[in-house]
C-alpha cells in the first residue's frame, strides 16, 4: 500500500517536474521567438542553416534552398532546405529539398532552369530544374583521404519541391584536391554554354558543358590574387553590363574562410574579361586590388555576410542580378545565443556594376520589394547637428523592423556615431570616422557576447572608398542585424548582434564639428515571418 502511495507521489512529482520542465522549455523558446527570431530576414524553422544553395527563379517564385541539418543547432548531415517567395522578402519554408545519401552530406551547389532540355531529363514537356552540388563523404575524410569531395548533379520536375539524383554521379570526380567545392552553374550567353565554377583549394576552376553532365576543365584563376588569408569556397561568376552602357564585364565573387576584412569569413569579388575559356582581371582593377587597404575588394565589408551567390534565371524584362548571403560568420556562428534555430539569411540584395572615376565598382542595395513593407514614416527637416540628438524612440517606431534613409552633406567636415540603446544599456554604434576615412561598426557592447572571444573583440571598418564630399546612407535594421549601404551601396556593412532587450532609442552625435544631417527618413517594416509560418 505505502509502496504503491510512493509510487503514485513520485509518479506525480515526476510528471509535475516533467509538465514544469515542459513549461520552463516553451518560455525560453517563446522568449527566444521574440528576442531574436528575425523579423523579416529568413531563418529555419528550427536547426542549423548556413550558405543559400540552389536560387533560381521560375513562374512567378523564387527559391532558396540552404545549408541545413534540421536535427541540431550546429553544423551536421548536411542537407537542402527549401523556402519559397514571390518578392524575396516574405517566406515560406517548404519540406527539405536533398538528402544526404551512402555518398556523402549534400554541400553547397546551384540550380539551373534548363530550358532547352540541354540535359535530356525534361519528361512530358516539364523544363527540368538541374541541381549541382558536392557530395562530401564523411567516411573517405575520417579514413584521411583527401578526395571526399566530388561533384553530382540531380533534377526536379516539379517546381524545385524534390529532386531525383542522377544516375551517374559523380559527375566530377575529385582529382586529389581536398577543398574541392561549391559548384555554381551559369548560362553563358556570349558564348552559348553552360559554365560551371568551382572553389578548389585556393583557386577557381572554370569547367564547361553543352549537357549539364559532362564537364570540361578550362582554366584556373587566382594564384596570388585577391586575398587568401583562409579556403576559396562558394564562387559565383557571371556576365553584366556596366550601369548604363553596353560593355560587359564579367564578375567572380570568391568566399573565403578564415581572412575576410575584419576577421574570419567574408566575400571578395573581381571585375574582369571571359573569353569563354579564361578569366582575366582588368587592368584597372588589377590597380584597385593592389592599392586596397582591405587586401582585397570585398562585397560587404561586415562580418556577417557569408556565401553568398546570385539567382539564377531572373527574366530579361527583370534584368536583375539578385544576390543573398549568409548572415553569420565561422567565427562564432555555431555559438550563437537562439538554440532553436541558428543563423538568418541577409535581405536580398539586387547588385550593380557602376564605373565610378575610372574604377569597377559593385554597388548592392536591399531589393526594391522591400519598400512594399512600408508602413509608418518619420522625416525630419534639414538640421544642424552640434550635439548628441535622439532621433527616435520605440514608442514611435519599432527600431527592429525598420529602414532609415539618411544624407549627411560636407562629411570633411566632421565624423558622426549613430548609437541604439536600450534600457539595460546595450549599445550599437555605427557610422563614419573622418580622421580615418573609415565607416565602422562596433557591437563590442551590443548585449550578449560572451559565447565567443571573435564576437565582440574589434570595431569593424571599411575605408570609404567614394570621394563625394556628400554621403547617403541607408539602415535596414531586424531584431538581431543591422545592413548599412553607404555612398548608394558603394560600401556595405553587414552584423549581427543579441541585445538583452529590444534597442529601443537611436541617437546621433556628430564627432568632432558640426554636422548637417540633410535628410533623415524612417520606415517601420510591417513584415514577420513568423506569422508566414
Ligand atoms: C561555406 C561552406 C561551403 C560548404 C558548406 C558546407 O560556408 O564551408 O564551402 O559547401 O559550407 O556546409
Avoid at 72 to 97: L, Q, R, Y
Avoid at 196 to 214: D, P, R, T
Avoid at 327 to 335: L, R
Amino acid at each position: 500500500m505505502i509502496n504503491k502511495i510512493n509510487i503514485i507521489l513520485i509518479g506525480s512529482l515526476m510528471f509535475s517536474l516533467t509538465v514544469k520542465g515542459q513549461q520552463l522549455f516553451d518560455k525560453k523558446n517563446t522568449m527566444e521567438e521574440e528576442l531574436y527570431r528575425p523579423n523579416f530576414h529568413f531563418t529555419p524553422k528550427k536547426g542549423w542553416m548556413n550558405d543559400p544553395n540552389g536560387m533560381f527563379f521560375k513562374d512567378g517564385y523564387y527559391h532558396l534552398y540552404f545549408q541545413h541539418y534540421p536535427d541540431g543547432n550546429t553544423w551536421g548531415p548536411m542537407h537542402w532546405g527549401h523556402a519559397i517567395s514571390t518578392d524575396m522578402i516574405s517566406w515560406k519554408e517548404m519540406p527539405i529539398a536533398l538528402y544526404p545519401d551512402e555518398k556523402g552530406y549534400i554541400f553547397s551547389g546551384s540550380s539551373v532552369v534548363d530550358v532547352n532540355n540541354s540535359s535530356g531529363f525534361s519528361k512530358n514537356g516539364i523544363e527540368p530544374i538541374v541541381a549541382m552540388f558536392t557530395y562530401h563523404d564523411m567516411k573517405e575524410e575520417k579514413a584521411g583521404k583527401s578526395n571526399y569531395q566530388s561533384q553530382a548533379i540531380a533534377y526536379s520536375l516539379d517546381e524545385g519541391k524534390t529532386f531525383i539524383k542522377y544516375s551517374e554521379n559523380p559527375v566530377i570526380k575529385n582529382p586529389g584536391i581536398k577543398d574541392f567545392r561549391d559548384p555554381k552553374i551559369v548560362w553563358d550567353p556570349i558564348h552559348n554554354q553552360w559554365l560551371m565554377v568551382l572553389a578548389a583549394g585556393q583557386k577557381i576552376m572554370f569547367y564547361s558543358s553543352s549537357n549539364l553532365k559532362e564537364w570540361n576543365l578550362e582554366s584556373d584563376f587566382g594564384d596570388g590574387i585577391g586575398a587568401h588569408g583562409g579556403v576559396w569556397e562558394c564562387p559565383d561568376l557571371f556576365p553584366m553590363a556596366v550601369q548604363g552602357t553596353d560593355e560587359i564585364k564579367w564578375v567572380l565573387f570568391v568566399s573565403i574562410n578564415p581572412g575576410g576584412p575584419n576577421g574570419g569569413s567574408a566575400t571578395q569579388y573581381f571585375v574582369g574579361d571571359f573569353d569563354g575559356t579564361h578569366f582575366k582581371l582588368d587592368p584597372s582593377f588589377e590597380k584597385d586590388l593592389s592599392n586596397s587597404e582591405h587586401k582585397s575588394i570585398w562585397i560587404d565589408y561586415g562580418r556577417d555576410n557569408y556565401a553568398g551567390v546570385t539567382w539564377a534565371n531572373i527574366p530579361d524584362t527583370n534584368g536583375r542580378k539578385l544576390f543573398m548571403g549568409w548572415m553569420s560568420n565561422w567565427d562564432y556562428s555555431q555559438k550563437v545565443p537562439t538554440f532553436k534555430w541558428r543563423s538568418a539569411m541577409t535581405v536580398a540584395r539586387s547588385v550593380e556594376l557602376r564605373k565610378i572615376e575610372n574604377s569597377y565598382k559593385l554597388v548592392s542595395q536591399p531589393v526594391k520589394e522591400l519598400s512594399n513593407y512600408r508602413s509608418v514614416k518619420y522625416k525630419k527637416d534639414a538640421i544642424a547637428i552640434k550635439r548628441t540628438e535622439k532621433i527616435i524612440d520605440s514608442k514611435a517606431i519599432d527600431l527592429s523592423s525598420t529602414e532609415i534613409n539618411f544624407k549627411i552633406s560636407d562629411l570633411k567636415n566632421s565624423g558622426f556615431n549613430f548609437k541604439l540603446s536600450n534600457k539595460q544599456g546595450d549599445t550599437l554604434i555605427f557610422g563614419y570616422d573622418n580622421t580615418n576615412n573609415n565607416f565602422f561598426i562596433d557591437r563590442r557592447k551590443s548585449g550578449k557576447i560572451d559565447y565567443s572571444e571573435n564576437f565582440a573583440n574589434r570595431v569593424s571598418f571599411a575605408k570609404r572608398t567614394s570621394l563625394n564630399p556628400n554621403l547617403e546612407g541607408k539602415i535596414i535594421l531586424d531584431k538581431t542585424s543591422i545592413e548599412l549601404f553607404f555612398d548608394n551601396g558603394e560600401t556595405v556593412m553587414t552584423e549581427i548582434f543579441f541585445p538583452r532587450s529590444p534597442f529601443s532609442e537611436l541617437i546621433i552625435e556628430p564627432k568632432s564639428k558640426e554636422i548637417i544631417l540633410d535628410n533623415l527618413e524612417l520606415h517601420q517594416l510591417n513584415i514577420n515571418q513568423t506569422k508566414l509560418k
